[in-house]
């Protein structure tokens, strides 16, 4: 298949629609498929997570280290790096048909019993011998525990945010400080002479300006109504180690590569990270990933696509009073897995570092606290997350158990309290999960259950089942 760099994709889903979610659809389109061309799948998610942006203009808390033993037993990442991300590639596992009757956050909000705070008692990890849970299906489980400290399991309204023409212009004087620009989509903002010049117009219909710098031509983006900001090389993509995760053909291209030793430590990248994202006044997020990746230059004829640069990737999630969110895009429900609530998306920024500073940030649906509808709600025990997770599993490996020929091995790796968003309505959104933006939507307290698939003959895969933690409601499972 022939490759893509930015440029086309940026091009064609502009110039195809002018609203958001029509386009996001569009560009997740061009990578929906396992086999699709890995700089078209990177490059359509880079897409895709910049047109939901919303602005970061108000507060919270810096980022920080992720907890080491928050997961374990990861193989396809890298044992000295912190938690590992859930990636945005979106493959099932299972059956993904349409769910009925998906209950909205009024519905949630019912369900939930405010109490004075007393932190979670857990056992630090659960151990069971393997049994057969459906027809040639077999689960083993050691897992670890983990509740991070906080001092309320929190309820809360976030609202998306927007930029201003002011907030970009600061953004984009950060980077590329007196920078002579080259427009990519129009002369909108540009007079002659190629002097910056961004209006409320550009601000309001998007803009797309490049700078070379060095010897790379450099891209900022900002799209309709101030919905999101990307700065970046205009032709060449980062890939990290996420992206291997169940996926062969990645792994085959690219694992190898991204594997290699980097000269830049990851302290030193993440300190870096972490002042850009305090320079910029971004807060309310925290560090859910860091890993190693490659600036990859767009393919020749031959579809080989040259190393330029090995650093790191740096991913914020939103923050709930210390439950973190998942880096994640969901996929699934149906008969097989019934589901309660419909997720949705919430803020996420991604930084590139490597031995030539930041050379790729982006920020995708960027919210803010609204109002706190609860300071602390009982919870689920783990105890009764974990038989939520094995009453799930079962189910849905009982469909289709008598055709089932070859063995599938489960091995539960972790038991972790977390927080996912979910919207506000759940409109028309049965399939479980809105990948588009939201205005508002809930942060609430969730057990995620994570597990890896052996198949006889086959790769492993990975996934988790999320769940509320206040009444135990099914969430759509994460693939990656």
């Not at 490759?3 to 629609?17: E, P, Q, S, V, Y």
């Not at 594997?259 to 972490?274: G, H, V």
Request: proline share 4%; net charge negative; hydrophobic share 40%.
């Amino acid at each position: 298949m022939k490759r893509l760099a930015t440029d086309d994709l940026l091009i064609l889903g502009m110039a195809l629609t002018a609203d958001k979610t029509a386009m996001e659809q569009r560009v997740r389109g061009v990578f929906a498929r396992k086999n699709s061309a890995k700089p078209t799948k990177a490059l359509a998610i880079l897409l895709c997570v910049i047109l939901g942006v919303g602005c970061f203009t108000t507060a919270c808390q810096p980022a920080e280290e992720v907890p080491e033993n928050a997961e374990r037993d990861f193989k396809a990442i890298s044992s000295d790096l912190p938690a590992q991300t859930h990636v945005p590639d979106p493959e099932y596992f299972f059956d993904n048909s349409i769910n009925e009757n998906l209950d909205d956050t009024n519905a949630f909000l019912s369900t939930c019993v405010e109490e004075p705070f007393t932190p979670l008692q857990v056992p630090t990890a659960f151990s069971e011998s393997e049994t057969e849970i459906a027809n040639n299906v077999f689960m083993t489980i050691e897992a670890n525990v983990t509740v991070p400290e906080t001092d309320g399991y929190s309820v809360t309204r976030f609202r998306s945010k927007q930029f201003t023409i002011e907030e970009y212009r600061s953004m984009i004087s950060y980077f590329l400080p007196d920078a002579v620009w080259q427009s990519n989509m129009t002369t909108l903002c540009l007079p002659d002479g190629g002097e910056f010049d961004l209006n409320e117009i550009g601000v309001s219909d998007g803009f797309r300006f490049s700078v070379i710098r060095g010897e790379r031509k450099m891209d900022v983006a900002g799209w309709q109504n101030g919905s999101g900001f990307f700065f970046g090389p205009r032709d060449d993509v980062v890939y990290r180690e996420g992206y291997l995760v169940n996926d062969e053909e990645m792994e085959t291209e690219f694992g190898e590569e991204i594997r290699m030793p980097i000269s830049l430590t990851r302290e030193d990248a993440q300190a870096l990270s972490d002042k850009t994202i305090s320079d910029m006044g971004i807060t309310g997020v925290v560090l859910d990933s860091a890993q190693r990746a490659c600036l990859f230059a767009e393919g020749d004829a031959d579809g080989y696509m040259p190393v330029l640069t090995r650093g790191w990737a740096f991913i914020y999630t939103q923050d709930n009073n210390g439950l973190r969110a998942f880096e994640y895009h969901g996929s699934g429900g149906g008969p097989r897995d019934p589901l309660k609530y419909v997720a949705s998306e919430s803020t996420e920024i991604q930084v590139y570092v490597d031995n030539d500073g930041v050379t790729m940030f982006w920020c995708n649906n960027f919210y803010s606290v609204d109002e706190v509808v609860f300071d602390n709600v009982a919870i689920l025990s783990a105890e009764d997350a974990l038989q939520l997770f094995k009453d799930r599993l079962a189910h849905v490996m009982s469909y289709d158990a008598e055709r089932r020929t070859s063995a599938e091995y489960i091995d539960v790796l972790s038991v972790t309290l977390a927080s996912m968003a979910i919207a506000d309505a759940s409109g028309e959104h049965t399939a479980g999960y809105q990948g588009d933006g939201v205005e508002t939507f809930l942060m609430v307290p969730i057990w995620s259950v994570r597990f890896r698939i052996t198949h006889d003959g086959g790769p492993d895969e990975y996934c988790t089942y999320p769940f509320s933690a206040t009444d135990g409601g099914a969430l759509t499972r994460m693939d990656g």
